[in-house]
């Protein structure tokens, strides 16, 4: 990664360094963001001891962060064009870092539940990134190749992180079993230096747009993405039969009609709804969606069937937990590979077309998973194509957010699409969880007395994730062909 980091920064100093020069710093940054991502993983059973919970509590951590995450992107987004994309991503990291040892330290659940929610604002960094690196390069007339050649190194970067975090987790964890404080300080003491790499390495975007935060439509918005994913939260942890939890999500979808109205009524509105119109636009958002369900929402459920005993209930792979780990990191090493790829095919074909095959590669690796899924090779094959497909998707969206966006816009723009996948994997979790407890449908059963989920509902999942990944590439096929060109008009 670093030498390939080397060949482009190389080729592109010599016509200007204002956007390259910043990117191995913020590669610093996604390679922290991707430690907070894997580092805790391994540590999970360990933490729901320390803190004297069930291993089903665990859930609302997740939860909690999704509902945090998908809350404060679009905000600080919208911020990074206001004020700059540099000063809101200092103090997404400040957050995140006093969120991080506040992990480390907390002494209850709740605290730790407060604290662990909070470092839902690092999802905002790669939006934030990517319209910076946007914004100092706008003039030159390979601008938006240029993003998506650094946004695939970004990925990366977070790629390699999940995999650093996960090893380190593990190793330390496992090296530290009565330490638990002393284990959680490493990501915390990562962010913390994230935030001087940042402070001393990354300069400020140069188009900022001044103004007021759209405080009616902040709140309109906050109601509306609250609701929808307590709603889905609720029902995914009680169950599709509580009552209130389907109102939550009614109320939270009402609420985003008195907000769209607003929105297309204010002069400097907080999400441009127009711009949401356009057809260069809305594919990419309702992708961003789609995705979100396979991205977020699919890892779980590939873990418990990997674990599950296939001599207690017929179908699962026995495996053991180092197994799993080997699983996964061989989809992390797949969306790896597909960050990278994607700046590289882009010149080949144009970055709409790679955006529909990412999206068909997704579709592809889980739809496999009907007829292939009985062995430890087939899984490994399947999770390697979802996997390519998917880096290519998370260095792609918001790229091409940023290239479908006015210049003072490109922070909202790219936020939204993290803001929408969030939302799209708090809807897989939800239906994901109803499908593996055998609450959807009254075929579900997985026999008497077994606590493993029905192989009906790992169809389901999987059928979920690759439809949803064939819809985002339809949509894709509606956008004009020319979006996201290589080239740009100077603004």
Request: a neutral charge; proline letters at 5%; charged letters at 10%.
């Amino acid at each position: 990664m670093a030498s390939l980091h080397r060949g482009i920064a190389g080729r592109n100093l010599r016509a200007g360094p204002t956007a390259t020069a910043i990117v191995g710093f913020l590669v610093l940054v996604e390679l922290t963001s991707g430690i907070l991502q894997g580092y805790y993983t391994p540590l999970l059973t360990d933490i729901a001891r320390f803190l004297g919970i069930h291993d089903a509590d665990v859930n609302w951590f997740e939860a909690a962060q999704l509902m945090v995450s998908a809350l404060v992107v679009p905000v600080l987004a919208k911020m990074g064009d206001m004020i700059g994309h540099r000063k809101v991503l200092l103090v997404s990291t400040a957050l995140t870092a006093a969120a991080s040892w506040g992990v480390a330290f907390a002494p209850n659940f709740w605290l730790f539940l407060l604290a662990w929610a909070l470092q839902g604002f690092y999802v905002v960094w790669l939006p934030l990134e990517i319209a910076l690196i946007y914004s100092r390069s706008h003039k030159r007339p390979d601008g938006a190749a240029l993003t998506r050649k650094s946004a695939g190194i970004l990925v990366a970067g977070l790629e390699f992180g999940v995999i650093v975090g996960a090893l380190a987790g593990g190793f330390i964890g496992g090296a530290l079993p009565d330490k638990l404080w002393l284990t959680l300080m490493i990501p915390a003491i990562a962010v913390t230096l994230c935030f001087f790499v940042i402070l001393f390495g990354v300069p400020e975007s140069e188009n900022r747009t001044g103004g007021r935060l759209d405080l009616m439509g902040l709140t309109l918005l906050s109601t509306g993405l609250l609701l929808i994913t307590a709603g889905l939260t609720f029902m995914r942890i009680n169950g599709p039969g509580t009552w209130w939890a389907w109102a939550a999500v009614v109320l939270g979808i009402a609420a985003l009609v008195p907000f769209t109205r607003h929105e297309l009524g204010h002069h400097d509105p907080l999400i441009d709804i127009r711009l949401l119109r356009q057809p260069s636009m809305w594919p990419v958002q309702l992708t961003a969606f789609l995705f979100g369900v396979s991205v977020l929402g699919a890892q779980a459920p590939l873990s418990t069937f990997a674990r599950t005993d296939p001599g207690e209930v017929g179908y699962g792979l026995g495996a053991s937990s180092s197994l799993v780990s080997i699983l996964i990191g061989v989809y992390v090493l797949g969306m790896l590979v597909g960050a990278l790829l994607y700046p590289v095919i882009t010149r080949w074909t144009t970055p709409r077309i790679t955006l529909m095959g990412a999206a068909f590669l997704v579709a592809v690796g889980y739809l496999l998973f009907l007829p292939f899924h009985d062995s430890m090779l087939q899984v490994l094959v399947n999770m390697a194509i979802a996997g390519i497909g998917s880096g290519a998707l998370v260095a792609a969206l918001p790229s091409a957010a940023a290239a479908a966006a006015p210049l003072t816009q490109t922070g909202m723009a790219t936020g939204l699409t993290n803001a929408t996948k969030t939302v799209g994997g708090a809807f897989a979790s939800c239906v994901f969880g109803i499908a593996l407890a055998g609450q959807a449908l009254g075929s579900l059963t997985s026999g008497a007395g077994s606590t493993a989920a029905p192989l009906e509902g790992y169809m389901l999942v999987w059928t979920i994730c690759g439809v949803t990944a064939l819809a985002a590439a339809v949509a894709l096929y509606f956008v004009p062909k020319l979006a996201f060109s290589p080239t740009l008009p100077v603004t």
